[in-house]
């Protein structure tokens, strides 16, 4: 079974520029949430979306926002980037059973200049 | 909010030695869940405990659920290289929802 992929692997933006990062699951897995990563804050939860819906959302401000399409991928964007928003977002995959384990992807790394 | 937090926050120690991470929370979880994260790449589930009490073994690895469901522990036996990473706890407390924890860097030098 392929695992998660996330594309693009590396990205490089300036500050009030948009992004989009896109994940695909694991085959079956219906559950995808995506993550940011940083030194400081450690990893923080910003959304899931299950069955093309928001199912849990995270302390994040309205610059960041997913969707998910029917056969389960998924994207996330960011919008008028912040220094701050330099991250390594990681996009991880559920079937949504089995205690919610996750299946992460290497992550796209996101540096804002 | 629930907060998971991790001690120690980095761990050098050299090969052979035995180490014990620590996950503390105020919070119940239903479940935790324990990954390791290599440079460069995403985390990878390690083992899921659900019991109060509950004892896991992964080779040289023994994970511990808490009696309360709050606590959790990873002693590793005999340490190697390739344990080096960054481990990471993560506790479900419902809704589907998982809350990492602040993360230990353990590195082990030959």
């Known amino acids: 079974k392929a695992g998660v992929t996330q594309t693009p692997r590396y990205l490089i933006k300036t500050r009030g520029q948009q992004v989009t990062l896109s994940c695909s699951p694991i085959?079956?897995?219906?559950?995808v949430s995506w993550y940011q990563q940083t030194p400081g804050q450690g990893l923080q939860f910003l959304f899931e979306?299950?069955?093309?819906?928001?199912?849990n959302k995270g302390n994040f401000p309205g610059r960041f926002s997913g969707r998910q399409f029917s056969n389960s991928r998924s994207e996330m964007n960011v919008s008028t980037l912040e220094l701050g928003d330099s991250a390594l977002y990681l996009c991880?995959?559920?079937?949504?059973?089995?205690?919610?384990?996750?299946?992460f992807g290497p992550g796209t790394r996101l540096t804002v200049l | 909010t629930q907060l998971l937090e991790q001690s120690p926050q980095f761990l050098s120690i050299q090969e052979g030695e035995n180490l014990t991470v620590y996950c503390n929370s105020s919070?119940?979880?239903?479940?935790l869940q324990w990954y390791r994260q290599e440079p460069g790449e995403g985390p990878v589930l390690l083992v899921t405990?659900?019991?109060?009490?509950e004892v896991k073994k992964l080779k040289r690895l023994t994970f511990q659920f808490g009696d309360a469901r709050k606590d959790s522990s990873l002693h590793i036996t005999a340490a190697q290289p390739g344990d080096t990473g960054l481990y990471l706890c993560?506790?479900?407390?419902?809704?589907?929802?998982?809350?990492f924890g602040t993360g230990t860097q353990l590195k082990v030098e030959l």
């Open positions: 993560a506790g479900e407390g419902g809704g589907n929802k998982l809350t």
């Open positions: 085959s079956g897995h219906r559950s």
């Open positions: 979306y299950f069955s093309e819906t928001q199912r």
């Open positions: 991880a995959s559920s079937s949504g059973q089995n205690y919610n384990e996750q299946f």
């Open positions: 405990v659900v019991t109060g009490g």
């Open positions: 919070s119940v979880f239903s479940s």
